[in-house]
């Protein structure tokens, strides 16, 4: 069946310094991939997303990348700062958000 | 606040039990998508609803099953609870205006003991 893999599980990090997260699909149908920031005893919440119809988005100290051939994409954090610290989720979907498959989440750790 | 509410916020329920969590869309959303989140894990999943009807389902037993209302908002129902089904339920709505983003509710926590 679709599945989304996420690496790494957990990620700690300096303040200041920048933070990776990788994610791989598996649907060649997915053409929506957003990410969820959820902070503990928290919803999910959108901080950035990506259509299949891009390579690139940013958004302040956020980016994310998608590599449509290789099915990867990536969420980029820049100057990272102690309230960043969280659990990010990435996921992909098809259009309608139809069966939206999520990654195990990543916990991300930044060390003031 | 993202107008998707959840109830209740928690439930406590005994193995073999039914339940039934509640969720309101936001406004102007006709879709809603339920998820099972288990502790440490990535959202989960369960099925979605599409102007009252069932438009997609993931790897959950009929035990797990809906319903949407005129107004779009949505019921999870399960029967016969096993503790393995205890978790946070998170319901998210959605609209194709919208570009279907999904925003989420807080969520209910079940434990089945």
């Known amino acids: 069946g679709e599945n989304v893999e996420q690496h790494p599980s957990t990620l700690s990090v300096q303040e200041g310094d920048s933070a990776v997260i990788k994610c791989t699909y598996s649907?060649?149908?997915?053409?929506?991939f957003p990410w969820y920031k959820q902070e503990l005893g928290k919803r999910p919440q959108l901080i950035i997303d990506i259509r299949s119809n891009v390579g690139e988005k940013k958004d302040q100290r956020i980016a994310v990348t998608l590599n449509k051939t290789a099915k990867h994409f990536s969420l980029h954090i820049t100057e990272t700062q102690p309230e960043d610290s969280a659990v990010y989720f990435c996921a992909a979907s098809t259009t309608g958000g139809f069966k939206t498959i999520f990654g195990a989440g990543t916990r991300l750790f930044v060390k003031a | 606040e993202t107008g998707v509410t959840q109830s209740p916020t928690h439930l406590i329920k005994t193995r073999g039990q039914q339940v039934t969590l509640r969720c309101s869309s936001q406004?102007?959303?006709?879709?809603v998508s339920w998820y099972q989140q288990a502790l440490g894990q990535g959202p989960q999943f369960i099925f979605q609803?599409?102007?009252?009807?069932?438009?997609g389902r993931g790897n959950f037993p009929p035990r797990f099953s809906g319903l949407q209302f005129p107004n779009y908002s949505s019921e999870l129902n399960v029967n016969a609870l096993e503790l393995d089904d205890s978790a946070l339920y998170l319901c998210?709505?959605?609209?194709?205006?919208?570009?279907?983003?999904?925003?989420f509710g807080a969520g209910t926590r079940l434990s089945v003991l």
């Open positions: 609803y599409y102007r009252e009807e069932e438009n």
């Open positions: 406004s102007g959303h006709n879709t």
């Open positions: 649907d060649s149908a997915s053409n929506y």
């Open positions: 998210a709505s959605s609209s194709a205006r919208g570009k279907n983003i999904q925003y």
